[in-house]
């Protein structure tokens, strides 16, 4: 990761473990001060307290995506302790009900939505007054390969990812003329929390067989390798060096630079 973010603020949702702790080390090892921001007050403690003895900045913040007053007074906090964001990552997920619809329960549904679309939505209405103001501002969501495809009984993650891609696609398309870029990717396949708990869901292993499968082929060391993959595209997004593929869905295995050149840009 040679791209530096001296200067900038980060505010990332989810970043007390897996993913959103990944992603804000990557951002504070490049020069970024970083919002850690979740639910889980001990853990993002941990990931803030971490950033600071590798020599970064970094405040821990609780913040419910789902709630706008709870997302409000988060940013405003960073605001005042750091500076006002102007990059955003919005990481925070759940798996949600695993079934075919009309087994699952709609309420567990629905709450999938909300934390993933509503909070990044409520996130990203949240930063963009002050990427406005500054003309410029990036907004990176996780998104996942799910969201590409038909994934039979597991369409609370499935649809919520794909609404993030669509989200993605239309920040862009609405605020790229004011200097804000918006990516949505797809981390790949890095064992988390999450993984865990699929790993042990007696659903998971009912209706979701391929994803168990999955997981269950994936080693500690390839995992940490996708792990450095996701940390420094994270960073490359932050820094800019793939602007010109903003407003759109990115692999986090695929070529970027091969796929800027044949786009006419430059890496």
Known sequence: MSARLDGEVAFVTGGGRGLGRGMAEALAQAGAAVAVTARSVGEIEATAAAIEAAGGRAIAIRCDVTDRASVEAAFARTREQLSAPTLLVNNAGVQGPLGPIGDV????????????????????????????????????????????????????????????????????????????????????????????????????????????????????????????????????????????LAGRYLDVDWDLPALLAAEGGEA
């Open 105 to 244: 329960d709609p309420a567990g549904w629905w709450a999938a939505q909300q934390v993933h679309v509503l909070g990044a939505l409520h996130c990203i209405t949240a930063a963009l007054p002050a990427m406005l103001a500054a003309g410029r501002g990036r907004v990176i969501t996780v998104a996942s390969q799910a969201g590409t495809f038909v994934a039979p009984n597991a369409s609370a993650y499935a649809i919520a990812k794909a609404a993030l891609i669509r989200l993605t696609e239309h920040v862009d398309a609405e605020r790229r003329a004011a200097g804000i870029r918006a990516f949505a990717i797809q981390p790949g396949t890095i064992l988390t929390d999450m993984s865990a708990q699929t790993l042990s869901s007696p659903d998971a292993r009912s209706h979701a067989a391929p994803l168990v499968a999955l997981l269950e082929n994936v080693t500690p060391e390839a995992s940490e390798a996708a792990m450095r993959k996701l940390q420094a595209l994270t960073v490359d997004l932050a820094s800019g060096r793939f602007d010109a």
